[in-house]
């Protein structure tokens, strides 16, 4: 594996600014970010903090208005295409078509990232068995479970094998055991490959039990970062205190997603 202090990502004062009808919009104010070869980065905060603005930048899809960054060796503003090769992303909602077939849309994946014919068809194999998709390539993209779709999602990420891997949400949606299994996964490929994952999450027993080190977000900058026990014992009190009360100590707010906000009834 990598030597420890091999940093992935570096980020320095990261800003992006969106113009709107109602004037700008400050997403992301100046984070400084680090991240080391094969950590498990989780990114967390409240609805709007500016965690999924964050991921795109550093995934090339969306331009910093300011600030710089290094991902897995390649500048962000100078080398897109080689953030690229060396990145994988899982976005909130991936874009696989419902009629295509999981292996078709596995080979396309492969396609697109230029694997010769038979590298694609090795690389399909072994991302099948890693990712238990076999029983389901033939099965149209449209027809798979929640837990069976984010698999999918993961595998085409994997295709190329990057060296980060980023992942908005990843089991938002999923029943406990498929999340524990997608837990299990991704610490697999941690293990074989030292791959870095940076992922976010408003699960944070999520965080807890996946996470090397959090870093906390809130209205576009970084408020707290640490362990998921340093951040505990600092901002609840104690390492065995639970991660949600270090979070509202840090943001005053909880965790929550919106979509599970409570409904009257
Ligand atoms: N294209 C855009 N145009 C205008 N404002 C935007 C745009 N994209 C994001 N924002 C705003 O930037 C802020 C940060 O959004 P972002 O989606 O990064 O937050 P988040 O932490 O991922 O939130 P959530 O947890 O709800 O997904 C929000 O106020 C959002 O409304």
Redesign the pocket.
């Known amino acids: 594996m990598d030597a420890p202090d091999r940093l992935s990502i570096s980020a320095t004062g990261l800003t992006r600014a969106?113009r709107?009808g109602r004037g700008p919009?400050e997403?992301?104010r100046g984070i400084d970010l680090t991240v080391r070869a094969g950590e498990i980065l989780g990114l967390l905060?409240?609805?709007?903090?500016?965690?999924?603005?964050?991921l795109?930048m550093l995934t090339t899809l969306l331009s910093p208005t300011g600030g710089t960054a290094t991902v897995a060796g390649h500048d962000l503003a100078r080398d897109p295409a080689g953030v690229r090769r060396r990145t994988g992303y899982v976005a909130?909602s991936g874009g696989v078509d419902p009629t295509v077939s999981v292996r078709e849309e596995l080979l396309t994946q492969a396609r697109l990232y230029r694997l010769r014919k038979a590298e694609a068809a090795a690389r399909l194999e072994e991302l099948t068995l890693d990712l238990g998709l076999t029983g389901l390539l033939d099965r149209p993209c449209g027809a798979l479970s929640g837990g069976q779709r984010r698999r999918l999602d993961l595998a085409m990420a994997l295709t190329h094998r990057p060296e980060v891997l980023f992942l908005?949400?990843p089991t938002t949606g999923l029943d406990p055991g498929s999340r524990a299994d997608l837990w299990d996964l991704l610490r697999r490929v941690r293990a074989e490959w030292g791959t870095t994952v940076v992922l976010?999450t408003?699960y944070l027993d999520e965080a807890d039990a996946l996470a090397d080190r959090l870093v906390v977000?809130d209205r576009?900058a970084v408020v707290a970062e640490g362990t998921p026990a340093a951040l505990k014992a600092r901002h609840a009190g104690s390492p065995d205190a639970s991660l949600q009360d270090a979070f509202l100590a840090i943001t005053g707010r909880t965790a929550a997603?919106?979509e599970s906000a409570p409904v009257a009834v």
């Open positions: 969106f709107t919009v997403a992301v905060g409240p609805n709007g903090a500016g965690k999924t603005t964050t795109r909130q908005d949400e976010t408003h977000v576009g997603p919106r």
